[in-house]
T-cell receptor, first 112, second 114 residues
Framework: GDSVTQMEGPVTLSEEAFLTINCTYT??????LFWYVQYPGEGLQLLLK?????DKGSNKGFEATYRKETTSFHLEKGSVQVSDSAVYFC???????????FGSGTKLNVKP | DTGVSQDPRHKITKRGQNVTFRCDPI?????LYWYRQTLGQGPEFLTY????????KSRLLSDRFSAERPKGSFSTLEIQRTEQGDSAMYLC????????????FGPGTRLLVL
């Protein structure tokens, strides 16, 4: 079935370190891929998305490239800040009715 | 644009009681979704409306759960005879009716069943 697998957390980094959060997916058809972020005490917010193979989504210094050959959508940021501490969710949606499948989330802790 | 709102934000109830949650989507969005999120997990799809029509229900949605969107605007999710296993965050999202359109999420209703 359709699913998303992302690396388990928590991930703890020092400020200005490089971040990678791995995400792979299984899907029938051609999904769109998303990263959502959930800050403490807040709702899910869209971080970035990519709707077709080789597209790169980017926002707030975060990037992810839709890799169809490896069924991956890894999230990267060159230099994390304390304010990036949050839970990050990878998700896919299918064309039929835009139902979302989410990964289990990866908690990121950034220390000063 | 006030975003998606949900009410209440927190609900504590005793096992066996009925609870109802409300979701107000972004005004021009005709699609509305309900998800459930348990601690340490990502949201799981429950059901989906396009305007007032409920088009899909997950097998997670037992017969104790019912959702409505009577006028194609706000939606309610009712849980009857609550069980401790129903304790979770219930999330609502809305989107436009376009292929692969982004879903915008509300803050959620946290339910605790004692």
């Amino acid at each position: 079935g359709d699913s998303v697998t992302q690396m388990e957390g928590p991930v703890t980094l020092s400020e200005e370190a490089f971040l990678t959060i791995n995400c792979t997916y299984t899907a029938t058809g051609y999904p769109s891929l998303f990263w959502y972020v959930q800050y403490p005490g807040e709702g899910l917010q869209l971080l970035l998305k990519a709707t077709k193979a080789d597209d790169k989504g980017s926002n707030k210094g975060f990037e992810a490239t839709y890799r169809k050959e490896t069924t991956s959508f890894h999230l990267e940021k060159g230099s994390v800040q304390v304010s990036d501490s949050a839970v990050y969710f990878c998700a896919l949606s299918l064309y039929n009715f835009n139902k979302f499948y989410f990964g289990s989330g990866t908690k990121l802790n950034v220390k000063p | 644009d006030t975003g998606v709102s949900q009410d209440p934000r927190h609900k504590i109830t005793k096992r066996g009681q009925n609870v109802t949650f409300r979701c107000d989507p972004i005004s021009e969005h005709n699609r509305l979704y309900w998800y459930r999120q348990t601690l340490g997990q990502g949201p799981e799809f429950l059901t989906y409306f396009q305007n007032e029509a409920q088009l899909e229900k997950s097998r997670l949605l037992s017969d104790r759960f019912s959702a409505e969107r009577p006028k194609g605007s706000f939606s309610t999710l009712e849980i009857q005879r609550t069980e401790q296993g129903d304790s979770a965050m219930y999330l609502c999202a809305s989107s436009l009716e376009l292929p692969q359109e982004t879903q915008y999420f509300g803050p959620g209703t946290r339910l605790l069943v004692l």
